[in-house]
């Protein structure tokens, strides 16, 4: 890792190195929070599923909803 950055350091780029690590960085944000929406969004939808099974079983017929 000390030679690539000695690399970049001695041609100038500086710069682009930094460029790089904070695309990378935020392509890692990116997918874990992208993650994180994905298992949120299941967990919703069994949330909702449960719901409706309650409902199912233990809904009234005599009430006439």
């Not at 199912?56 to 909803?65: C, I, Q």
Request: charged share 30%.
């Amino acid at each position: 890792m000390d030679i690539l950055i000695r690399t970049f350091a001695e041609r100038g780029d500086l710069a682009h190195l930094a460029l790089l690590v904070w695309a990378l960085s935020a392509s890692l944000a990116f997918w874990r929070v992208l993650g994180e929406l994905s298992r949120a969004t299941r967990r919703f939808d069994d949330f909702i599923r449960e719901i409706a099974s309650f409902n199912a079983r233990y809904d009234d017929p005599s009430k006439g909803s």
